[in-house]
Nanobody, 128 residues
């Protein structure tokens, strides 16, 4: 099991930036693809971004491409999501997750069922 704890959410205005963090426990953090998802009220959990084990490859949802940047620091067992130019439609609970399989390209990890450990989430609210 890989306990995950997200932080950095908050209430911001449209156009502002936020940086989310996801702290992982355990020695296997660097062995897996990591991902960010979000879920707005009444909607299904939505893929945001994924990053390869060493951070050399990333993959983004079209809705965030060019505004969000995913990164990781394996020495600190921490995953990040830099969110710029935030929009009201970015409002959601954001979750980090650990990929359940290895050996696939990062674009493979765009669906929730391809992850097996999840954090509790952090709320991001963007006002217009």
């Amino acid at each position: 099991q890989v306990p995950l704890v997200e932080s950095g959410g908050g209430l911001v205005q449209a156009g502002d930036s936020l940086r989310l963090s996801c702290a992982a426990s355990g020695r296997t953090f660097s062995s897996y693809v990591m991902g960010w998802f979000r879920q707005a009220p009444g909607k299904e959990r939505e893929f945001v971004a994924a990053i390869s084990r060493i951070g050399s490859s990333t993959y983004y949802a079209d809705s965030v491409k060019g505004r969000f940047t995913v990164s990781r620091d394996n020495a600190k067992n921490t995953l990040y999501l830099q969110m710029n130019s935030l929009k009201p439609e970015d409002t959601a609970v954001y979750y980090c997750a650990v990929g359940s399989q290895r050996g696939y390209s990062v674009s493979y990890y765009s669906e929730p069922h391809k992850y097996n450990y999840w954090g509790q989430g952090t709320q991001v609210t963007v006002s217009s």
